[in-house]
């Protein structure tokens, strides 16, 4: 039965993935105020600019000195580069997602999730959320310490989120990076916040120094984004899924979710795609293997022995099949996985659960991942 990709994909789930996105590009420096747009879903032309659709408001800032700008990409309007000490850094990004319904709590515990730690109440929140201004207007700052995945070895990580719904849009502040290099650079923040303005239609931007050609980014909403096919529901995927397999709700951080039951235990099957390469291959893999079996983390040279190829409509999955502990059960599962790299997103596809189930069910498994029909193929 040939079943449509859900298209109950929120705007919350575009802000996760904003919090969750990665990469420093190379850019220049230099204290300065920048002006940005987030124009309309298209750009009006000469009649529209007459007497048509209203032109959008743009933003400007002053940018502390020693943040390197960067060129922005994807869902993100701007972007800074952060240096600190013995080359650890940190990373600026603003974003905006139509709306102003985002939730705080739900944002939180969905990248506690993603980082394999536990969920917190609305209290313990209270105690992550402090008040900052944007601007003259004061906005939610939120605290995401530890919600970063790195290694054992490696330095602790720290993300500060400001949160300002105007206008019918949310915007996102998001400084995140080495934990020593966000502490000492929240004051710089909490600055450049304060130094943002929003400048309406025909007005003049105010105040002195270089000012920056418009950024011509749409503003993501629930039905679509420049990421590509997971939020664009013209651009979805079909599949095939097998017989037995009980189609539930998916949460937030996913775009399907199957569950499987027998009397020789149960599994769950789930979908995903985030924007670009998703911090690659072997990030995933260890995600995998660390935070939900309970394995050592593998190196690049693993890799070879832990995938292999598998043929899927328009080009190549690589699959992956582990076992371990069940980080919330305590019992013995299985994960078997595919990663899809397509365009400018990567998929993610899983089996998990009791061995019995898993081994029973893998068959399938690859075949529902060959069914995938994915636009333009």
């Known amino acids: 039965m040939i079943r449509l990709l859900s298209e109950k994909i929120g705007a919350i789930r575009s802000a996760v993935l904003f919090l969750l996105a990665a990469g420093l590009l190379a850019g220049c420096g230099g204290e300065k105020i920048t002006v940005y747009r987030a124009p309309k879903e298209k750009e009006p032309g000469p009649a529209e600019a007459q007497g048509g659709e209203a032109a959008q408001p743009q933003i400007q800032w002053k ?32 974003m905006t997602l139509s709306g102003e ?20 109440s609305d209290e313990e929140l209270a105690k992550l959320v402090e008040i900052a201004n944007v601007g003259p207007a004061a906005a939610k700052l939120v605290d995401l310490s530890g919600a970063m995945s790195s290694s054992s070895n490696a330095p602790p990580n720290r993300i500060l989120v400001a949160v300002f719904p105007r206008g019918g849009t949310t ?153 371990g502990q069940n980080q919330i059960s305590g019992g013995k599962t299985r994960l078997i996985g595919a990663i899809v790299r397509r365009e400018r997103q990567t998929w993610f596809y899983k089996l998990m659960g009791d061995p019995e189930v898993a081994e029973r069910e893998k068959g399938a498994f690859i075949k529902f991942v060959q069914s995938v029909r994915y636009p333009n193929v």
């Open 171 to 323: 915007w996102f502040f998001k400084l995140a990076g080495d934990a020593g290099v966000v502490t000492a650079q929240k004051s710089a923040f909490l600055d450049f916040l304060k130094s943002v303005t929003f400048v309406e239609p025909g007005e003049t931007p105010g105040g002195e120094g270089h000012f920056a050609g418009m950024n011509p980014r749409r503003i993501p909403t629930a039905q679509s984004n420049e990421g590509g096919a997971a939020d664009n529901p013209s651009a979805k995927p079909s599949w095939e899924a097998p017989a037995g397999w009980q189609e539930v709700p998916p949460t937030q951080m996913l775009l399907a979710k199957f569950l499987i039951r027998g009397i020789d235990g149960k599994a769950d099957v789930t979908v995903s795609a985030f924007p670009g390469e998703a911090g690659g291959v072997l990030a995933n893999v260890n995600r995998w293997r660390v935070q939900q079996l309970g394995l050592s983390a593998a190196s690049e040279s693993d890799l070879p022995q832990l995938m292999t190829s598998l043929d899927v409509p328009g080009g190549k999955a690589m699959l992956v099949d582990m076992s």
């Open 63 to 94: 940018t502390p000195a020693g943040w390197e700008e960067q060129t922005p990409r994807g869902m993100i309007l701007a972007s800074f580069l952060i240096p600190g000490e013995a080359g650890r850094n940190a990373q600026l990004s603003v």
């Open 101 to 120: 319904g985002a939730g705080e709590l739900s944002l939180v515990n969905i990248v506690r999730e993603n980082a394999g730690l536990p969920p917190v």
